[in-house]
Protein backbone atom coordinates (compact mmCIF):
# COMPACT_ATOMS: atom_id res chain seq x y z
CA UNK A 1 0.00 0.00 0.00
CA UNK A 2 3.13 2.16 1.16
CA UNK A 3 4.56 1.26 -2.36
CA UNK A 4 1.48 2.31 -4.55
CA UNK A 5 0.92 5.72 -2.72
CA UNK A 6 4.78 6.48 -2.67
CA UNK A 7 4.24 5.40 -7.22
CA UNK A 8 0.88 7.44 -7.10
CA UNK A 9 2.64 10.30 -5.57
CA UNK A 10 5.98 9.99 -7.98
CA UNK A 11 4.04 9.61 -10.92
CA UNK A 12 2.21 12.82 -9.95
CA UNK A 13 5.17 14.88 -9.02
CA UNK A 14 6.75 13.62 -12.80
CA UNK A 15 3.77 14.66 -14.40
CA UNK A 16 3.81 18.06 -12.57
CA UNK A 17 7.45 18.61 -13.90
CA UNK A 18 6.59 17.37 -17.44
CA UNK A 19 4.02 20.48 -17.03
CA UNK A 20 5.99 22.79 -15.89
CA UNK A 21 9.12 22.37 -18.26
CA UNK A 22 6.45 21.93 -21.47
CA UNK A 23 4.50 25.34 -20.83
CA UNK A 24 7.22 27.28 -18.69
CA UNK A 25 9.02 28.49 -21.78
CA UNK A 26 5.51 29.85 -23.20
CA UNK A 27 4.32 31.83 -19.79
CA UNK A 28 7.96 33.18 -19.63
CA UNK A 29 8.02 34.35 -23.38
CA UNK A 30 4.39 35.86 -22.28
CA UNK A 31 6.03 37.97 -19.78
CA UNK A 32 8.41 38.98 -21.75
CA UNK A 33 6.11 40.21 -24.43
CA UNK A 34 5.05 42.79 -21.90
CA UNK A 35 6.70 45.97 -21.04
CA UNK A 36 7.27 45.83 -17.31
CA UNK A 37 6.32 48.43 -14.53
CA UNK A 38 9.65 50.71 -13.75
CA UNK A 39 8.09 53.36 -11.11
CA UNK A 40 5.22 51.92 -9.22
CA UNK A 41 6.16 54.60 -6.87
CA UNK A 42 5.96 58.04 -8.36
CA UNK A 43 3.31 57.02 -10.73
CA UNK A 44 0.04 55.39 -10.43
CA UNK A 45 -1.21 51.73 -11.75
CA UNK A 46 -4.48 51.44 -9.87
CA UNK A 47 -7.58 52.70 -11.43
CA UNK A 48 -9.16 53.37 -8.65
CA UNK A 49 -6.05 55.32 -7.01
CA UNK A 50 -5.87 56.77 -10.37
CA UNK A 51 -9.96 58.31 -10.04
CA UNK A 52 -9.67 59.35 -7.02
CA UNK A 53 -6.37 61.47 -7.92
CA UNK A 54 -8.35 62.82 -11.40
CA UNK A 55 -11.35 64.00 -9.18
CA UNK A 56 -9.13 65.96 -7.04
CA UNK A 57 -7.70 67.49 -10.07
CA UNK A 58 -11.23 68.21 -11.69
CA UNK A 59 -12.48 69.68 -8.32
CA UNK A 60 -9.89 72.68 -8.30
CA UNK A 61 -10.25 73.19 -11.99
CA UNK A 62 -13.74 73.96 -12.22
CA UNK A 63 -14.48 77.11 -14.71
CA UNK A 64 -10.86 76.12 -16.79
CA UNK A 65 -11.42 76.13 -20.03
CA UNK A 66 -9.28 74.05 -22.74
CA UNK A 67 -8.07 73.82 -25.94
CA UNK A 68 -9.43 71.43 -28.43
CA UNK A 69 -8.31 69.17 -31.05
CA UNK A 70 -4.79 68.49 -29.82
CA UNK A 71 -2.20 67.24 -32.51
CA UNK A 72 1.40 67.29 -30.04
CA UNK A 73 1.93 68.45 -26.47
CA UNK A 74 4.93 68.41 -24.07
CA UNK A 75 3.75 66.59 -20.76
CA UNK A 76 6.17 66.53 -17.68
CA UNK A 77 6.74 62.79 -16.49
CA UNK A 78 7.75 63.59 -12.72
CA UNK A 79 5.94 61.94 -9.67
CA UNK A 80 2.09 62.75 -10.44
CA UNK A 81 1.85 63.84 -6.57
CA UNK A 82 4.00 67.08 -7.54
CA UNK A 83 3.03 67.44 -11.04
CA UNK A 84 -0.44 65.71 -11.43
CA UNK A 85 -1.62 69.91 -11.88
CA UNK A 86 0.82 69.73 -14.78
CA UNK A 87 -0.56 66.23 -16.64
CA UNK A 88 -4.26 67.30 -16.01
CA UNK A 89 -4.88 70.23 -18.61
CA UNK A 90 -3.01 68.07 -21.27
CA UNK A 91 -4.57 65.00 -21.25
CA UNK A 92 -8.12 66.32 -20.44
CA UNK A 93 -7.81 67.56 -23.65
CA UNK A 94 -6.27 64.84 -25.69
CA UNK A 95 -8.59 62.61 -27.38
CA UNK A 96 -7.02 60.07 -30.04
CA UNK A 97 -7.09 56.42 -30.76
CA UNK A 98 -3.29 56.80 -31.70
CA UNK A 99 -0.12 58.61 -29.94
CA UNK A 100 3.30 58.70 -30.57
CA UNK A 101 5.63 59.19 -26.98
CA UNK A 102 9.02 61.03 -27.69
CA UNK A 103 10.69 60.05 -24.29
CA UNK A 104 13.90 60.81 -23.00
CA UNK A 105 17.02 58.77 -22.76
CA UNK A 106 18.25 59.42 -18.82
CA UNK A 107 22.02 59.89 -17.79
CA UNK A 108 21.06 56.57 -15.45
CA UNK A 109 19.71 54.31 -18.44
CA UNK A 110 22.22 55.83 -20.89
CA UNK A 111 25.31 53.84 -18.58
CA UNK A 112 23.60 50.62 -18.33
CA UNK A 113 23.06 50.37 -22.09
CA UNK A 114 26.44 52.09 -23.42
CA UNK A 115 25.31 55.38 -23.86
CA UNK A 116 24.41 55.47 -27.16
CA UNK A 117 24.24 58.68 -29.33
CA UNK A 118 22.69 60.12 -32.48
CA UNK A 119 19.64 57.59 -32.69
CA UNK A 120 16.61 56.42 -31.91
CA UNK A 121 15.23 53.70 -29.55
CA UNK A 122 12.53 51.67 -30.61
CA UNK A 123 11.21 48.53 -28.15
CA UNK A 124 9.15 45.25 -29.76
CA UNK A 125 7.22 44.51 -26.24
CA UNK A 126 3.87 43.40 -27.84
CA UNK A 127 2.39 45.33 -24.84
CA UNK A 128 3.50 47.73 -22.14
CA UNK A 129 1.52 47.43 -18.62
CA UNK A 130 -0.76 49.74 -17.52
CA UNK A 131 -3.09 51.04 -15.10
CA UNK A 132 -5.13 48.46 -14.59
CA UNK A 133 -4.56 46.80 -17.74
CA UNK A 134 -2.43 46.55 -20.37
CA UNK A 135 -2.01 49.02 -22.93
CA UNK A 136 -1.27 47.94 -26.52
CA UNK A 137 1.21 49.00 -29.14
CA UNK A 138 -0.19 50.77 -32.82
CA UNK A 139 0.61 49.27 -35.84
CA UNK A 140 2.75 52.39 -36.66
CA UNK A 141 5.69 50.95 -34.76
CA UNK A 142 6.40 48.23 -37.47
CA UNK A 143 5.15 50.53 -40.10
CA UNK A 144 8.29 52.49 -38.80
CA UNK A 145 10.27 49.79 -38.14
CA UNK A 146 9.84 48.36 -41.56
CA UNK A 147 10.80 51.66 -43.62
CA UNK A 148 13.30 53.88 -41.12
CA UNK A 149 17.05 53.23 -42.07
CA UNK A 150 18.49 50.82 -39.52
CA UNK A 151 21.39 53.51 -39.50
CA UNK A 152 19.17 55.80 -37.52
CA UNK A 153 17.51 53.50 -34.66
CA UNK A 154 17.92 50.36 -32.88
CA UNK A 155 15.92 47.94 -31.32
CA UNK A 156 16.75 47.77 -27.58
CA UNK A 157 14.01 46.66 -25.17
CA UNK A 158 16.53 47.13 -22.46
CA UNK A 159 16.24 50.57 -22.60
CA UNK A 160 12.94 50.65 -22.74
CA UNK A 161 12.05 48.77 -19.53
CA UNK A 162 14.82 51.00 -17.79
CA UNK A 163 13.10 54.15 -19.02
CA UNK A 164 10.06 55.35 -16.73
CA UNK A 165 9.56 58.89 -19.27
CA UNK A 166 7.24 57.39 -21.48
CA UNK A 167 5.67 55.30 -18.96
CA UNK A 168 4.39 58.36 -16.86
CA UNK A 169 2.40 59.20 -19.58
CA UNK A 170 0.38 55.50 -19.62
CA UNK A 171 -2.10 55.62 -16.87
CA UNK A 172 -3.30 59.31 -18.07
CA UNK A 173 -3.45 57.80 -21.91
CA UNK A 174 -5.57 55.12 -20.45
CA UNK A 175 -7.94 57.68 -18.08
CA UNK A 176 -9.05 59.84 -20.95
CA UNK A 177 -8.86 57.64 -24.20
CA UNK A 178 -8.94 53.98 -22.04
CA UNK A 179 -8.59 52.06 -26.07
CA UNK A 180 -5.80 54.15 -27.24
CA UNK A 181 -2.01 52.56 -28.54
CA UNK A 182 0.92 54.02 -28.38
CA UNK A 183 4.29 54.07 -30.45
CA UNK A 184 7.17 54.41 -27.56
CA UNK A 185 10.35 56.52 -28.82
CA UNK A 186 13.47 56.94 -27.17
CA UNK A 187 15.28 59.75 -28.45
CA UNK A 188 19.40 59.69 -27.54
CA UNK A 189 21.89 62.89 -27.14
CA UNK A 190 22.28 64.47 -30.78
CA UNK A 191 23.10 67.71 -32.44
CA UNK A 192 20.11 69.23 -34.29
CA UNK A 193 21.96 68.64 -37.75
CA UNK A 194 21.24 64.59 -36.45
CA UNK A 195 17.59 65.57 -35.43
CA UNK A 196 16.69 67.00 -39.04
CA UNK A 197 18.46 64.09 -40.71
CA UNK A 198 16.29 61.94 -39.03
CA UNK A 199 13.13 63.60 -38.07
CA UNK A 200 12.58 64.17 -41.98
CA UNK A 201 11.87 60.95 -42.99
CA UNK A 202 10.90 59.90 -39.86
CA UNK A 203 7.95 62.11 -40.71
CA UNK A 204 7.54 61.20 -43.75
CA UNK A 205 7.02 57.79 -42.91
CA UNK A 206 4.48 58.78 -40.20
CA UNK A 207 2.38 60.77 -42.77
CA UNK A 208 2.08 58.14 -45.70
CA UNK A 209 0.64 55.94 -42.29
CA UNK A 210 -1.74 58.77 -41.52
CA UNK A 211 -2.55 58.53 -45.26
CA UNK A 212 -2.43 55.30 -46.00
CA UNK A 213 -5.01 54.66 -42.98
CA UNK A 214 -7.74 57.64 -43.53
CA UNK A 215 -6.68 59.63 -40.45
CA UNK A 216 -6.62 63.12 -39.40
CA UNK A 217 -4.27 64.83 -36.83
CA UNK A 218 -5.32 65.86 -33.43
CA UNK A 219 -8.47 63.06 -34.04
CA UNK A 220 -7.11 59.98 -34.93
CA UNK A 221 -3.43 60.27 -33.84
CA UNK A 222 -0.88 63.13 -31.67
CA UNK A 223 2.46 63.31 -30.41
CA UNK A 224 3.49 64.13 -27.78
CA UNK A 225 7.31 64.57 -26.49
CA UNK A 226 7.82 63.81 -22.32
CA UNK A 227 10.07 66.22 -20.28
CA UNK A 228 10.46 68.00 -17.14
CA UNK A 229 12.39 71.16 -16.88
CA UNK A 230 15.56 72.29 -15.17
CA UNK A 231 16.54 70.01 -12.55
CA UNK A 232 18.19 72.57 -10.11
CA UNK A 233 20.48 72.58 -6.88
CA UNK A 234 23.34 70.88 -5.21
CA UNK A 235 22.37 67.11 -6.37
CA UNK A 236 22.30 68.46 -10.00
CA UNK A 237 25.43 70.16 -10.06
CA UNK A 238 23.43 73.05 -11.21
CA UNK A 239 23.30 76.13 -8.95
CA UNK A 240 24.22 78.97 -11.04
CA UNK A 241 22.03 81.53 -9.39
CA UNK A 242 22.41 80.16 -5.99
CA UNK A 243 20.50 78.23 -3.71
CA UNK A 244 18.24 80.46 -1.86
CA UNK A 245 14.89 81.63 -2.25
CA UNK A 246 15.73 84.30 -4.88
CA UNK A 247 17.67 81.87 -6.82
CA UNK A 248 14.73 79.81 -7.31
CA UNK A 249 12.75 82.77 -8.69
CA UNK A 250 15.48 83.14 -10.99
CA UNK A 251 15.64 79.39 -12.16
CA UNK A 252 11.79 79.30 -12.67
CA UNK A 253 11.27 82.54 -14.26
CA UNK A 254 14.44 81.16 -16.83
CA UNK A 255 12.47 77.93 -16.99
CA UNK A 256 9.32 79.96 -18.15
CA UNK A 257 10.91 82.77 -20.95
CA UNK A 258 12.28 79.34 -22.86
CA UNK A 259 9.13 77.67 -22.78
CA UNK A 260 7.26 81.03 -23.78
CA UNK A 261 9.90 82.17 -26.36
CA UNK A 262 10.46 78.82 -27.99
CA UNK A 263 7.86 76.43 -27.48
CA UNK A 264 4.36 78.86 -27.98
CA UNK A 265 2.64 80.68 -30.70
CA UNK A 266 3.52 79.62 -34.58
CA UNK A 267 6.27 76.31 -34.32
CA UNK A 268 9.21 76.16 -36.85
CA UNK A 269 12.77 74.54 -37.58
CA UNK A 270 14.09 78.07 -36.38
CA UNK A 271 13.01 77.95 -33.20
CA UNK A 272 13.81 74.49 -32.38
CA UNK A 273 16.66 75.14 -33.97
CA UNK A 274 17.43 78.15 -31.54
CA UNK A 275 15.61 75.98 -28.24
CA UNK A 276 18.27 73.36 -29.05
CA UNK A 277 21.28 75.89 -29.13
CA UNK A 278 19.81 77.39 -25.56
CA UNK A 279 18.83 74.04 -23.64
CA UNK A 280 22.74 73.08 -24.06
CA UNK A 281 23.29 74.44 -20.91
CA UNK A 282 20.27 74.12 -19.69
CA UNK A 283 19.81 70.85 -17.08
CA UNK A 284 16.26 69.73 -18.97
CA UNK A 285 16.34 65.91 -19.13
CA UNK A 286 14.53 66.60 -22.52
CA UNK A 287 16.88 69.00 -24.10
CA UNK A 288 16.52 65.93 -27.02
CA UNK A 289 12.97 64.56 -26.65
CA UNK A 290 11.23 68.14 -26.82
CA UNK A 291 13.58 69.31 -30.20
CA UNK A 292 13.32 66.21 -31.74
CA UNK A 293 9.59 65.25 -31.27
CA UNK A 294 8.26 68.61 -31.78
CA UNK A 295 10.18 68.92 -35.57
CA UNK A 296 8.78 65.75 -36.34
CA UNK A 297 5.23 66.91 -35.40
CA UNK A 298 6.32 70.52 -36.72
CA UNK A 299 7.03 68.79 -40.25
CA UNK A 300 4.15 66.03 -40.32
CA UNK A 301 1.68 68.97 -39.70
CA UNK A 302 2.94 70.67 -42.79
CA UNK A 303 2.79 67.69 -44.94
CA UNK A 304 -1.12 68.12 -44.03
CA UNK A 305 -1.52 71.56 -43.61
CA UNK A 306 -0.06 74.58 -45.43
CA UNK A 307 0.47 76.07 -41.84
CA UNK A 308 2.22 75.14 -39.14
CA UNK A 309 1.62 74.11 -35.16
CA UNK A 310 0.69 76.51 -32.66
CA UNK A 311 1.87 76.35 -29.39
CA UNK A 312 0.04 77.20 -25.75
CA UNK A 313 1.81 76.70 -22.61
CA UNK A 314 -1.27 75.30 -20.34
CA UNK A 315 0.75 75.31 -16.79
CA UNK A 316 4.40 75.54 -15.51
CA UNK A 317 5.36 75.05 -11.75
CA UNK A 318 8.20 72.90 -9.93
CA UNK A 319 8.63 70.57 -6.70
CA UNK A 320 9.66 73.69 -4.53
CA UNK A 321 6.75 75.65 -5.30
CA UNK A 322 3.86 72.98 -5.64
CA UNK A 323 4.85 70.56 -3.26
CA UNK A 324 2.28 67.70 -3.07
CA UNK A 325 -0.96 67.05 -3.63
CA UNK A 326 -3.51 66.93 -0.79
CA UNK A 327 -4.71 63.63 -2.05
CA UNK A 328 -3.85 60.48 0.44
CA UNK A 329 -4.25 56.32 0.67
CA UNK A 330 -3.88 56.78 -3.30
CA UNK A 331 -0.89 53.85 -3.38
CA UNK A 332 1.46 56.76 -4.66
CA UNK A 333 4.54 58.44 -3.16
CA UNK A 334 7.78 60.88 -4.06
CA UNK A 335 10.57 59.71 -5.35
CA UNK A 336 12.70 62.48 -4.44
CA UNK A 337 13.07 65.42 -2.35
CA UNK A 338 12.02 69.21 -2.65
CA UNK A 339 13.88 72.16 -1.28
CA UNK A 340 15.63 75.04 -2.64
CA UNK A 341 18.79 72.76 -2.73
CA UNK A 342 17.09 70.21 -4.73
CA UNK A 343 14.33 71.17 -7.36
CA UNK A 344 12.44 70.14 -10.32
CA UNK A 345 10.21 72.63 -12.74
CA UNK A 346 7.96 71.04 -15.00
CA UNK A 347 5.11 71.79 -17.43
CA UNK A 348 2.52 71.18 -19.98
CA UNK A 349 2.43 72.50 -23.47
CA UNK A 350 -0.93 72.00 -26.04
CA UNK A 351 0.03 72.34 -30.01
CA UNK A 352 -3.00 72.15 -32.54
CA UNK A 353 -2.93 73.49 -36.16
CA UNK A 354 -3.15 76.97 -36.71
CA UNK A 355 -6.18 78.55 -38.83
CA UNK A 356 -6.19 75.36 -41.36
CA UNK A 357 -8.08 72.22 -39.87
CA UNK A 358 -5.50 69.05 -41.40
CA UNK A 359 -6.52 67.48 -44.51
CA UNK A 360 -6.50 64.03 -45.04
CA UNK A 361 -4.19 63.74 -48.33
CA UNK A 362 -0.50 65.22 -47.35
CA UNK A 363 0.28 68.66 -48.90
CA UNK A 364 3.88 68.56 -50.95
Known amino acids: MFF ?99 GVTHGTVRKEIGDPREILLLDDYKEWSGCGKNIGISPLRDY ?65 YVAENHLTLGKDIAFLCSSDANHYGKDFSNSPFGMDDAAHAMGTAQDQRIASDFLTWQIDTIKIRMLTSMLKDIVWCGRYSIPFGMLTAHKIATYFSKTSLNGTLLRYSDTYSEGTLPVTKTGMGTTAIFSLEHWVGFFSAAYSLDFVQATKTPVR
Not at 83 to 98: C, D, E, I, K, N
Not at 174 to 182: C, H, K, L, M, R
Not at 188 to 207: G, N
Open 4 to 102: GLQSERTMRLTLAVFLFMTFFPAFQASAQDVRPIRDSVGFCWNPVQMERLISYLASIEKGHTYPERIVAGISPHDDYLYAGRMYYPLFRSLHTGQIVIF
Open 144 to 208: IFSRLDTSMFRLDNKAHRLEHSIEALVPWIQYFNPNATITPIMVTAMSFERMDEISKPLAQIIAA
